[in-house]
């Protein structure tokens, strides 16, 4: 049997090319709790990648632009500005209100908007990963003989009746549907609810289990050997 797209081996493979690329550098603000052997990130935010990128800035005509890592003088008491106008703006707009260090701009009463704007920006790029359908039976890394197969299809039978039990209690925690997911990134699962990313696109773990019979007969099986694997 072809594996499909959606294999493991397949969803192993993006799964290290994420990790690779993004080594140190994921972020995961969530609440992991470790459940009957799982690693379930019960805020269902999926594990994100971030970058800093510096983007130049083209002014426009008039405009001054200041290095931004330089100290600039702030305006003069002279102008009649309150001097809490600067302290209660945040710090980035600080900057942009402050007077450029060139003389022909200094601000004055007569010129107390002189206008300069910074160079350059740090711009932070963030990733987010996509939680994914937890696998189910008839997925394979290598595929092996007869009796490979099914002692592997019965270990993902256990494994996914476990995450059912994991779901309905969390269920039952939270006081609303939920849906366990997989993020490849982080390397665990995910609660989804209502709302969030991936909730109305995944299939949660009961709902695998339910079709467990039908995915079993679609991968071969016959209707005792199913029996014997459910058992």
């Excluded at 890592?69 to 980035?92: E, K, M, W």
């Excluded at 996509?130 to 696998?135: A, H, L």
Aim: aromatic share 8%; hydrophobic share 35%; charged share 25%.
């Amino acid at each position: 049997m072809t594996a499909p797209i959606t294999s493991s081996a397949y969803q192993t493979s993006f799964a290290d090319l994420f990790r690779q690329r993004w080594a140190g550098r994921l972020v995961n603000d969530g609440d992991v709790r470790h459940i009957g052997g799982f690693d379930i990130d019960v805020t269902g935010k999926a594990a994100r990648g971030q970058e800093t990128y510096r983007a130049s800035i083209t002014p426009a005509p008039g405009t001054r632009t200041y290095d931004p890592d330089q100290a600039l003088p702030t305006r003069p008491a002279s102008t009649g500005l309150p001097a809490s106008t600067l302290v209660t703006l945040p710090a980035d707009l600080q900057k942009v209100l402050k007077t450029p260090a060139d003389a022909s701009q200094t601000v004055t009463d007569e010129n107390p908007y002189a206008v300069s704007m910074p160079a350059w920006v740090d711009i932070v790029h963030t990733e987010e990963g996509r939680p994914e359908q937890i696998t189910t039976v008839g997925y394979y890394n290598e595929i092996g003989d007869a009796k490979d197969a099914a002692a592997f299809d019965k270990s993902q039978v256990d494994r996914l009746r476990a995450l059912a039990d994991i779901e309905t209690r969390l269920r039952s925690e939270f006081g609303q549907p939920v849906k366990l997911a997989w993020d490849s990134g982080a390397g665990e699962y995910l609660m989804l609810r209502p709302g969030q990313d991936g909730y109305d696109r995944v299939m949660g773990a009961n709902d695998l289990v339910k079709r467990l019979p039908k995915d079993l007969k679609l991968t071969g099986y016959t209707e005792g050997m199913i029996r014997d694997i459910m058992a």
